[in-house]
């Protein structure tokens, strides 16, 4: 399987304060990655280290030729006077595929408030719009920080079918959250933080049900 993004013993510290310590680990071609660990371990300090918006204090990140990469961190940066739709038009690198905005709409049910402006909307049809902008342009990487914040039940089940979906066409996913089953049937390996460093990477996610107990205990 090809690695699209590799994460070689990486440190990032703050003002002396390590926030990540001797982090290993890469993300490969149509494969969803869940990233878990309690609040503070380090989950967004990492996605953002691996998007650049961060740099690292010691080791490399590489990631592979012509990789388009899009993420979705904490809040989705919308304009408040533009509608979903003008988002979605305005992101578009191809801007006669309206074809795929159509296919968004649909696949995260946005029919209902995609013309409305953003100022208006909840919490998760914010959330939905930046999970659409995120896919927006078929990149090869998506990085996911908490995505399934103020999303009801529906919406969670959209969004784990809009990530299935788009795994099928090879896209990589990096998932985080603080709560390990709701990456259940969704992700393909978990890896967990705790305390900015490396607890776990569980290669058989099969075999989840059998380890949550542990892998909790040792999040604990």
């Known amino acids: 399987m090809e690695n699209l993004v590799n994460v070689k013993n990486i440190s990032v510290t703050f003002k002396r304060k390590i926030a990540l ?3 290993d680990c890469h993300l490969a071609k149509d494969e969803v990655v869940g990233l878990v660990g309690p609040n503070g371990a380090g989950k967004t300090t990492l996605m953002k280290a691996m998007i650049g918006f961060i740099p690292v204090s010691k080791g490399e990140i590489h ?3 012509d990789t388009a990469m899009e993420a979705l961190i904490e809040q989705p940066g919308l304009y408040p006077f533009l509608s979903g739709w003008d988002h979605l038009q305005l992101f578009s690198e191809n801007q006669q595929i309206k074809g795929e905005l159509d296919r968004l ?3 995260l049910d946005m029919h209902e408030f995609i013309n409305k402006k953003t100022k ?3 919490l998760g049809m914010k959330q939905r719009l930046g999970i659409a902008l995120a896919l927006l342009n078929r990149p090869q990487v998506v990085i996911l920080d908490e995505p399934m914040n103020g999303l009801d039940p529906y919406s969670v089940k959209l969004l784990k079918k ?5 795994k ?3 896209t ?3 998932i985080s959250s603080h709560i390990l089953s709701e990456l259940e049937q969704l992700v393909d390996r978990v890896i967990l933080l705790k305390a900015g460093k490396l607890v776990e990477n569980v290669e058989h996610p099969e075999l989840l049900e059998n380890f ?4 909790l205990a040792k999040l604990a």
């Open 168 to 170: 099928e066409n090879g």
């Open 162 to 166: 809009a990530i299935l979906t788009y």
């Open 120 to 122: 208006d909307y909840s």
């Open 21 to 23: 310590e001797t982090i």
């Open 105 to 107: 709409i649909t696949l």
């Open 212 to 215: 949550e107990d542990d892998l």
């Open 63 to 65: 990631q592979a030729k």
């Open 172 to 174: 990589a996913f990096l």
